[in-house]
């Protein structure tokens, strides 16, 4: 060390592993939008959905990560447009 340096130890805590995957994931038709919903993860505070014309295609993010502010409900909703009926969708969870 130099004079006049000091060092620092940093120690984090508590989980860092990526958390599990979205289960139960439905898409149904409520009223003139379409409501995609799943069940929440524990531990995530986000979620990323992708989406893609072809079930086998590439799939890109919407812009915007989901975020559930209803903990209690046990499930997170999406309301997207009608016109996303032919799309096919994948959830995941992030922190």
Same mark, same amino acid.
């Given at each position: 060390?130099?004079?006049?340096?000091?060092? @620092?130890?940093?120690?984090?805590?508590?989980?860092?592993?990526?958390?599990?995957?979205?289960?139960?994931?439905?898409?149904?038709?409520?009223?003139?939008?379409?409501?995609?919903?799943?069940?929440?993860? $524990?531990?995530?505070?986000?979620?990323?959905?992708?989406?893609?014309?072809?079930?086998?295609?590439?799939?890109?993010?919407?812009?915007? @990560?989901?975020?559930? +502010?209803?903990?209690?409900?046990?499930? $997170? @909703?999406? +309301?997207?447009?009608?016109?996303?009926?032919?799309?096919? +969708?994948? $959830?995941?969870?992030?922190?």
């Amino acid at each position: 060390m130099m004079a006049g340096s000091s060092s @620092r130890t940093v120690t984090l805590s508590g989980s860092m592993a990526a958390p599990g995957v979205p289960q139960n994931p439905a898409l149904e038709v409520n009223g003139d939008m379409l409501l995609l919903t799943w069940d929440q993860v $524990v531990g995530a505070t986000y979620y990323i959905v992708k989406k893609a014309l072809d079930p086998y295609a590439v799939y890109t993010d919407l812009p915007d @990560r989901i975020y559930d +502010f209803d903990l209690s409900d046990g499930s $997170v @909703r999406l +309301f997207l447009p009608a016109e996303e009926a032919d799309a096919f +969708f994948k $959830v995941v969870a992030g922190n």
